[in-house]
T-cell receptor, first 113, second 115 residues
Framework: EAGVTQFPSHSVIEKGQTVTLRCDPI?????LYWYRRVMGKEIKFLLH????????ESGMPNNRFLAERTGGTYSTLKVQPAELEDSGVYFC???????????FGSGTQLSVL | AQKITQTQPGMFVQEKEAVTLDCTYD???????LFWYKQPSSGEMIFLIY??????QNATEGRYSLNFQKARKSANLVISASQLGDSAMYFC????????????FGAGTTVTVRA
């Protein structure tokens, strides 16, 4: 069974540019989450999808971040325009409805220069 | 307020010995879950063990056990018979029922296993 897949694994962009991160959850997992870890800080929740609906986006830092999950399958997280403080590792996780265990991907290391 | 506190930034352990990673948590919720994840150098967050707040027995998964002390709000991870492959960063996390399905993470503890 394939795990949670994220790409790219690394992205280096300049301030002001746009970047789109993609997450493919485990097949059949209706819950999809985005988390991020900025340098020196804890991993923080960004948002939660149930199928294609945003269940909770209270962790999204500002309106430069846009997450979508069309069709309830893969998800994208777009940062536009990127700022220096957006640098960090962005994790995606998925789970089945009603289960506790979250499966995480390997993350996308985003560097904004 | 910090929900999860991991006070050990880094630890060294000798191969084949046991190691305990500390985790304390803060919640007023009666229903919550506690998790430990391992992050090796490859970057992936690997689920290790889960303890529900109503579970009466400590969770165990192979060489991993969770020492759950509810009154002290402590959820320490014990790794027995350490292996070189255990070298990684370890995160303690909590999910509170009142907070939906969000996980709150601690700062992590880096474990280095020495041969």
């Amino acid at each position: 069974e394939a795990g949670v897949t994220q790409f790219p694994s690394h992205s280096v962009i300049e301030k002001g540019q746009t970047v789109t991160l993609r997450c493919d959850p485990i097949s059949g997992h209706d819950n999809l989450y985005w988390y991020r870890r900025v340098m020196g800080k804890e991993i923080k929740f960004l948002l939660h999808f149930v199928k294609e609906s945003k269940q909770d986006e209270s962790g999204m830092p500002n309106n430069r971040f846009l997450a979508e999950r069309t069709g309830g399958t893969y998800s994208t997280l777009k940062v536009q325009p990127a700022e220096l403080e957006d640098s960090g590792v962005y994790f995606c996780a998925s789970s089945q409805i009603g289960t506790e265990r979250l499966f995480f991907g390997s993350g996308t290391q985003l560097s904004v220069l | 307020a910090q929900k999860i506190t991991q006070t050990q930034p880094g630890m060294f352990v000798q191969e084949k010995e046991a190691v305990t990673l500390d985790c304390t948590y803060d919640t007023s919720d009666q229903s919550y879950g506690l998790f430990w994840y391992k992050q090796p150098s490859s970057g992936e967050m690997i689920f290790l063990i889960y303890q529900g707040s109503y579970d009466e027995q400590n969770a165990t998964e192979g060489r991993y056990s969770l020492n759950f002390q509810k009154a002290r709000k402590s959820a320490n991870l014990v790794i027995s018979a350490s292996q070189l492959g255990d070298s990684a960063m370890y995160f303690c996390a909590m999910r509170e029922a009142v907070d939906g399905y969000k996980l709150s993470f601690g700062a992590g503890t880096t474990v280095t296993v020495r041969a």
